[in-house]
């Protein structure tokens, strides 16, 4: 009976030791799976930080993209503007030089050649203007170049 007794307090004290260390291991397993979840959770937290910080960057590119779209339309409006301008004066000289070859050359009446002195001047006063239009898109146009 001693025999017995002593087996079963060993097999006894062998399952008590069995059944510390199954919960010490249990006990290991859910710590490992609550700092994985832990773990898995921050992981999620930082990537949608990181994608919001992107979305941000994304949209404050895409704004500057278009202010630079916006500019750039402006420069090319400007540079045609003030190259339609310049036409448009070369265009009101040479008609005065046809003019005035014109009525050097030819031989007509001092009523025509009135005509033609009044049609130089007003060719001249509407140069004049498109000068002082032409200074102002030189400066938009210089305004639009800083621009950028």
């Known amino acids: 009976m001693k025999v017995t007794l002593?087996?079963?307090?060993v097999i006894l004290s062998l399952m008590s030791s069995q059944f510390f260390f199954a919960q010490q291991i249990n006990t290991d397993q859910k710590t490992h799976e609550i700092e994985l979840q832990n773990y898995e959770?921050?992981?999620?937290?930082?990537?949608?930080d990181n994608h919001?910080?992107?979305d941000n960057k994304i949209s404050d590119l895409k704004k500057q993209l278009k202010d630079l779209e916006t500019k750039k339309k402006n420069l090319v409006k400007s540079e045609d503007n003030l190259n339609s301008t310049k036409e448009k004066i070369s265009k009101l000289e040479l008609a005065n030089q046809k003019i005035e070859?014109?009525?050097t050359t030819t031989s007509i009446s001092d009523?025509?050649?009135q005509k033609q002195r009044i049609k130089t001047k007003q060719?001249?006063?509407n140069i004049q203007k498109l000068k002082l239009t032409q200074i102002?898109?030189?400066k938009e146009l210089e305004k639009a170049i800083s621009a950028l």
Do not use: G, V
């Not at 959770?41 to 949608?48: D, F, G, P, V, W």
């Open 136 to 138: 102002t898109q030189q």
């Open 123 to 125: 060719n001249e006063l």
């Open 41 to 48: 959770n921050e992981i999620k937290r930082i990537s949608a």
């Open 52 to 54: 919001k910080i992107l």
């Open 6 to 9: 002593k087996t079963l307090a």
């Open 111 to 113: 009523e025509e050649i």
């Open 101 to 103: 070859n014109k009525i």
